[in-house]
């Protein structure tokens, strides 16, 4: 049976931006897969959404007043890899969270992307948001800014939601290790605003064997609010095991 489209509102969605060493992200990616690089370094984060009135398109939109809302978490990075067409370009999902019992049943059954069930602790007004997930270790707060702060990736904010927008398909892990499953991110709206990253902890980020230090820096962070989105489940990808493959581009 076809997997059905998701709809959704997208409350917020908090992107948190690393800079990362090429040639060792490109350790952490299964094959055929390879980091993008951008002004030499590779591109991962932590996105940080809250969804609300989630529900397959078919599902009349009356129900998602019901009022269902639900905070996530994604560890990512920034990938690329060659098709008959040319180059494709989305992001690699190592982990996903989520604070949902129903999104963790369903994610990876029902539908692509396997979620870990974790607890969120979420603090936020117009202005300032602080978001902790005890699973993965994230801790991160950030306040909201005019202009993109001393980033190294990006040249100003429309730079990176440009970034953003062209690798809006998602791969992520599965118990099958030959196998990601694959989601693509649909929306009209990609504005957002740059946001000060006053401190933020990762334990994927700062865990020694995976990026030894200086190899994972923190660059920026966007704030993305109110946008209706949809979710095309993709074809499953099929990987081999991690290689280290190096980006041919960079942009």
Do not use: K
Request: with cysteine; hydrophobic share 40%; aromatic share 8%.
């Amino acid at each position: 049976m076809r997997t059905p489209r998701l709809v959704s509102a997208i409350e917020r969605r908090l992107l948190i931006n690393y800079r990362t060493d090429p040639e060792i992200t490109a350790r952490l990616l299964p094959a055929p897969l390879r980091p993008q690089v951008v002004n030499g370094w590779a591109v991962s984060g932590i996105c940080l959404v809250r969804l609300a009135g989630a529900r397959p398109s078919f599902v009349p939109a009356a129900v998602a007043g019901l009022g269902f809302r639900s905070e996530n978490a994604a560890h990512r990075i920034a990938v690329e890899w060659d098709t008959p067409d040319g180059i494709a370009l989305g992001v690699y999902i190592p982990r996903r969270d989520t604070a949902s019992r129903l999104n963790s049943w369903v994610g990876g059954r029902l539908f692509p992307g396997r979620h870990h069930h974790s607890r969120f602790d979420v603090r936020e007004n117009r202005d300032e948001l602080r978001i902790s997930v005890d699973g993965p270790g994230v801790d991160v707060h950030v306040r909201t800014a005019t202009d993109l702060p001393a980033s190294q990736l990006f040249r100003n904010v429309d730079h990176a939601l440009e970034f953003f927008r062209r690798g809006a398909a998602g791969f992520s892990t599965t118990p099958d290790p030959t196998r990601l499953d694959g989601l693509e991110l649909v929306t009209e709206d990609w504005n957002g605003t740059p946001a000060e990253l006053l401190s933020v902890r990762s334990t994927f980020f700062e865990d020694p064997a995976r990026f030894p230090p200086g190899s994972a820096i923190p660059d920026c962070a966007l704030l993305m609010r109110d946008l209706a989105a949809t979710w095309n489940p993709l074809p499953p990808m099929t990987v081999r095991p991690t290689t280290g493959q190096l980006t041919r581009t960079n942009r």
